[in-house]
């Protein structure tokens, strides 16, 4: 069995800066706890947003169309985590490269126009 190639204590840095960013937000926390107002009041307790008075319940149904909606923006948007190297790396990755971008971009704009066909982005 071959030995392996790091020893331990090559993590003890990484070790000690998790402990001291553990260690400061658990001293952070401790401290605004402790010394932190208590005063609550109906008003000081009551959720805000912006300045904004709330209205109604907050667990009033949404329309799926809103979460489709927000869950095709993620999902094309990673596209770009993608293509950022890509292009970064265009001239080594050669016409293989070209290729499989385009592969990728094909199958993405396929899905795209399937999205528009089914009418998932069409507001009523």
């Not at 000690?16 to 605004?32: R, S």
């Not at 489709?68 to 985590?81: P, R």
């Not at 592969?103 to 899905?111: I, K, N």
Request: glycine residues 8%; charged residues 15%.
């Amino acid at each position: 069995m071959e030995t392996p190639n790091y020893i331990p204590y090559d993590y003890l840095p990484i070790i000690v800066q998790f402990l001291a960013a553990a260690g400061f937000v658990a001293f952070a926390m401790g401290l605004t706890h402790m010394i932190g107002p208590k005063r609550h009041s109906k008003v000081k307790d009551e959720a805000w947003e912006c300045g904004i008075p709330t209205v109604g319940n907050a667990r009033t149904p949404v329309s799926y169309k809103y979460f489709m909606t927000a869950i095709l923006f993620v999902l094309f948007d990673i596209e770009i985590i993608f293509m950022y190297p890509w292009a970064v790396n265009f001239k080594a990755l050669g016409t293989e490269g070209f290729i499989q971008m385009l592969t990728f971009m094909g199958l993405l704009m396929t899905g795209f126009v399937y999205v528009i066909k089914k009418g998932i982005l069409k507001w009523e």
